[in-house]
């Protein structure tokens, strides 16, 4: 199984990106059952979760992305997704895709994206 992300990049402050975690290799079922997560790293600091989501569906944020990033996922293409509006300089950091089954055991980990707003 491999976590692989995409969509980070440069932009301005008040921009947007959407960011993409394709889980390769997992099948369906784990997929589906597993939790997903978005992990924010800045530079000197520790990894921070951003967003979470249940099994159901249920979405949490950190204080600091509320109400400008939303995760969601597409089961049949087995990916997630981080939507970030209105971008601010203190979202720059490297994202990281998390996937986890306390059912089967598992836990993986993308190998990061980079994302900087910056004017």
């Known amino acids: 199984v491999q976590l692989v992300e995409s969509g980070g990049g440069l932009v301005q402050p008040g921009g947007s990106l959407r960011l993409s975690c394709a889980a390769s290799?997992?099948?369906?079922?784990?997929?589906?059952?597993?939790?997903k997560a978005w992990y924010a790293q800045a530079p000197g600091k520790q990894r921070e979760l951003v967003a979470h989501m249940s099994t159901d569906g249920t979405t949490t944020y950190a204080d600091s992305v509320k109400g400008r990033f939303t995760i969601s996922r597409d089961n049949t293409r087995k990916r997630v997704y981080l939507q970030m509006n209105n971008l601010k300089p203190e979202d720059t950091a490297v994202y990281y895709c998390k996937i986890s089954s306390e059912s089967y055991g598992t836990e993986y980990w993308g190998q990061g994206t980079q994302v900087t707003v910056s004017s």
């Open positions: 290799g997992m099948i369906l079922s784990v997929f589906s059952s597993s939790t």
